[in-house]
């Protein structure tokens, strides 16, 4: 009995001070979504069917930090299961902010763009897709090689990534332990699963 109460103060203890959340957009989020840029008229999706997640993580300090995620409603409690169990592991994010789209250091999910030189919207424009710690998880693009460059050349996103090209080396925040926790809970697809390109950081539901 003593050891069963003893069990219990510990995960208060710890899941005390933990957040996840999943809100409707206010007339007012709304209104920052607009002003950052992340939807303007013409995106696939109204607003209207997404979700603003509040979440705890642990940041590269070991700190316990709030993050916010915008995700279609459909994935809103998948989601929540996915980052409660990465805090349970204290896997650490880097950050995770859905209004700042200028760090490139940024875990978000939604965002209306156009796929890269293509004229479809990316899943990240429908909320139905997850970018995780971006510079420890890159985008890479073999270009195919000429006579005047050899061997293939690797375009990196962000840029300096390439720090972390090599998936065999382990470094603190690389999400591989974790792609099977992704895939059970709905984000079924996985960009490091892909062979070019590679985009390690990205998940998507379908
Ligand atoms: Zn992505």
Redesign the pocket.
């Known amino acids: 009995m003593k050891i069963f109460l003893i069990f219990i103060f510990l995960f208060i203890s710890f899941s005390g001070k933990a957040i996840f959340k999943s809100l409707p957009l206010s007339s007012e989020i709304q209104s920052q979504i607009i002003a950052n840029k992340l939807w303007e008229k013409g995106c696939p999706l109204p607003l209207s069917q997404l979700r603003l997640l509040y979440m705890s993580y642990f940041d590269f300090n070991g700190k316990i930090r709030t993050g916010s995620l915008l995700v279609h409603h459909s994935l809103a409690t998948s989601t929540l299961h996915i980052f409660q169990e990465l805090y349970r592991q204290k896997f650490p994010i880097e950050k995770m902010d859905y209004l700042d789209l200028k760090n490139l250091r940024n875990t978000i999910a939604f965002n209306c763009r156009k796929k890269v030189a293509r004229e479809s919207f990316?899943?990240?424009s429908y909320g139905l897709?997850?970018?995780i710690n971006p510079m420890q998880n890159p985008?890479i693009r073999r270009l195919p090689s000429s006579f005047t460059q050899l061997p293939p050349f690797l375009e990196f996103f962000p840029p300096e990534s390439f720090k972390f090209q090599d998936r065999q080396q382990k470094q603190i925040g690389m999400i591989e332990p974790y792609v099977s926790l992704f895939k059970k809970h709905g984000f079924s697809i996985w960009?490091g699963d892909w062979t070019n390109p590679k985009?390690y950081?990205?998940?998507?539901s379908k």
């Open positions: 990316s899943l990240h897709a997850i970018d985008y960009g985009d950081m990205h998940f998507q």
